[in-house]
């Protein structure tokens, strides 16, 4: 299998961040939205990001966030890339990557073959593509609710831009879903948990190595 890069994300402790390293991961994800259990604040945040290897990229989830919110992120801590899950438009993020002149992901929620249209107008503006299970419409959070969704809708597609697959993942579906999907990039938070917030170290090194079938992945 070709190299797959792992992003675990919602990161508390200092120990999530070695055994997420551990395990090979690529990706680190630090949750910046209060109302998750994986919610971090900027003084933990600081201390996990330089707690990261080199090599590992870091990076800052946001849901709906202004430039205050945006501004104190960035300084608060190195960080390599801003995940935007919330309802961004295409404008506002162009306006997020050329103000802070970093890598931008934008989340885009699919449940039906008409959320597709998304993926084609954010693939312009945006560095990567995360593509998700829309939450329910009585959800809480807008991801991180371990709900898969049809991967039959992105089988084999190709976008513009390098995307990352998201949603229900657990060590028992990655593989299945890679291969139906072809994604080459993959999400997970609450399917490596033993309660929500709370990182299952063991769920963890189980997954990267579903998800890579060869051992962890060389960290770039």
Known sequence: MPDIRVKICGLRSVADVEAVAAAGAGYIGLNFFPKSPRF???????????????????????????NA??????????????QLHGHETPDRVAEVRT???LAV????GVRD????ADLLDYSTVADQIMIDAKPPKDAVLPGG???????RLVAQRRWLRPWMLAGGLTSANVAEAIRLTNARQVDVASGVESAPGVKDFAKIAAFVRAATEDGPPILR
């Open 113 to 116: 073959e008409g959320d597709l």
């Open 40 to 66: 971090v604040t900027l003084t933990t945040a600081r201390e996990l990001a330089l707690a990261a290897p080199l090599g590992m990229a870091k990076v800052a989830l946001t849901v709906d966030a202004d």
């Open 105 to 108: 992901m934008k989340v885009i």
């Open 145 to 151: 609710n371990g709900i898969a969704f049809d991967w």
């Open 99 to 101: 103000r802070y002149g």
């Open 69 to 82: 919110l945006l501004d104190s992120i960035v300084e608060a801590m190195p960080v390599d890339m801003l």
